[in-house]
């Protein structure tokens, strides 16, 4: 029995062989350090470091590609804009539909370094309402982070209109797309976004290890880290310039190839198209895992404004032996627990009983994964039915 990976949410799997082979050839024949000599090669690397920025800043339709930096992943940029924006005395606001990448750096400033935080909740159809966000406003308010796709509830958030909120009170607005990049359209300058927080190993098609943030003109972040960049040595402090301002250290050539492979291959099979099927097997999931009895989801019935990512439980199982049945018995890897989003989970009251089963759908997905997927959960439900009116008998 071949595995049916349904854990795209988490990373990607498969990648497009394209982002194989170019890793492979581009390493193989550039994996010199970029950006510190001028010999042929090492500016030929830098080129393609250079040209991956430009993609990725036009892919996201920001202004300027220096203004596009590069990072170890989406957690590492996060930590770079929420810890270089926020100071002693500022008010951040985010939503309990966050991931611990976005919780977590808020929650060590709100205990080290003076910063409030307030958490606003999703509503019923796991949806935050622009208006509820903009009633925490404070005039100490500096910075709301916002997921723009949930992890766990699959939810897309209506960014627009709340960077037209921020934007309106100077407020700025850090988006944490980890699970929208790559399946859905990002359009900075329209959504109002002021700094855009990335993954390249989910959505984006490449390896693990690269991710990065894109930042508006205007928008200040602090410098961190400090180091070499290859670029005015003599020079005591870090430049200030970006890119440089937030990068430290040799690049992941590696990464940053795997990612220009995987963005030329989502260019080719357009974004609509990868959406469009996604959202064809998420409906078939979803409508599948309706009828098997004793199943609760955890996602709106309308998949308007969603990705295909979503959560459920059966009734009487523990998700984590969920999981696990359908990985022993049925070759099906997915995720369960927390998804290092624990306010989504406490919101839902989730948290008492360890969380829930995660199906993330990815590109690479068949009609034949779903009619996997559903069987199996139908039959860990029907052995349980049996035992149960057994234990009542
Ligand atoms: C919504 C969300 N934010 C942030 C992250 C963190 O991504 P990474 O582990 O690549 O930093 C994830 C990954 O699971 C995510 O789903």
Excluded at 20 to 49: A, I, K
Excluded at 65 to 75: E, G, K
Excluded at 120 to 148: E, I, Q, S, Y
Excluded at 302 to 312: E, P, Y
């Amino acid at each position: 029995m071949s595995m049916t990976y349904l854990d795209n949410a988490a990373t990607s799997f498969p990648k497009p062989e394209e982002t194989y082979v170019f890793m492979d050839q581009f390493y193989r024949t550039h994996g010199v350090n970029p950006g510190r000599s001028g010999y042929d090669l090492c500016m030929e690397t830098g080129q393609l470091v250079d040209d991956t920025r430009k993609l990725l800043a036009r892919f996201f339709n920001g202004t300027d590609s220096d203004r596009l930096i590069f990072a170890y992943n989406s957690t590492d940029a996060l930590n770079l804009a929420l810890l270089g924006m926020l100071s002693s005395g500022d008010h951040a606001i985010t939503t309990t539909v966050e991931h611990n990448s976005v919780l977590r750096p808020l929650y060590h400033l709100s205990q080290h370094a003076g910063v409030e935080v307030d958490h606003v909740p999703f509503d019923a159809n796991g949806f935050v309402d622009p208006d509820a966000l903009a009633a925490r406003f404070k005039p100490t308010t500096r910075v709301v982070a916002v997921n723009h796709a949930s992890n766990v509830i699959g939810t897309v958030q209506p960014i627009a209109e709340i960077g037209r909120r921020c934007r309106e009170h100077g407020i700025r607005l850090v988006v944490d797309a980890s699970q929208t990049a790559g399946k859905i359209p990002i359009d900075v300058q329209a959504m109002n976004v002021d700094v855009l927080a990335f993954t390249g190993h989910k959505s984006l098609m490449g390896p693990t290890g690269i991710g990065g943030l894109y930042v508006q003109e205007g928008v200040e972040i602090r410098q961190l880290r400090a180091g070499g960049t290859g670029v005015r040595s003599a020079q005591r402090a870090h430049l200030v310039e970006y890119p440089w301002r937030l990068e430290y250290g040799t690049p992941n050539v590696l990464g940053i190839a795997g990612l220009n492979a995987g963005l030329k291959w989502i260019e080719k099979t357009g974004l609509a198209a990868i959406d469009a099927h996604e959202m064809r097997l998420m409906r078939r999931l979803v409508d599948g895992l309706h009828e098997v009895p004793n199943v609760s989801l955890y996602c709106q019935d309308s998949l308007d404004n969603h990705i295909a990512v979503m959560a459920f439980n059966l009734d009487g199982f523990e998700a984590g032996n969920t999981g696990t049945i359908l990985d022993v018995d049925h070759n099906i890897a997915c995720r369960t627990g927390l998804h290092c989003a624990p306010m989504v989970h406490e919101q839902l009251g989730l948290d008492k009983i360890h969380g829930a089963v995660r199906f993330g759908i990815g590109p690479f997905n068949t009609d034949d994964d779903i009619t996997a997927a559903i069987g199996a959960v139908g039959e860990i439900a029907a052995v349980r039915a049996k035992k149960m009116t057994r234990t009542r008998g």
